[in-house]
């Protein structure tokens, strides 16, 4: 099995393990929170996309 290879943000520098991490899985993407690394998710770069598109124009800041 390959080695995966966790990505984080440039942004994330210098905050110590409090991170999201990024992915690349196949035709996929997985996330993690960097101090739990075991607990991962899977979706496709589509629906990331979408997410990230909705926390940037606000559409879900009502769920809080």
Do not use: Y
């Not at 390959?2 to 905050?15: D, L, Y």
């Not at 991490?21 to 979706?43: F, H, K």
């Amino acid at each position: 099995m390959p080695q995966t290879t966790w990505r984080k943000s440039s942004f994330s520098e210098g905050q110590g393990d409090n991170c999201v991490e990024l992915a690349a899985a196949g035709n996929g993407i997985r996330m993690r929170e960097s101090d739990e690394p075991d607990a991962v998710v899977r979706t496709t770069p589509a629906a990331l996309g979408g997410f990230i598109r909705a926390i940037k124009t606000g559409r879900l800041d009502h769920t809080l």
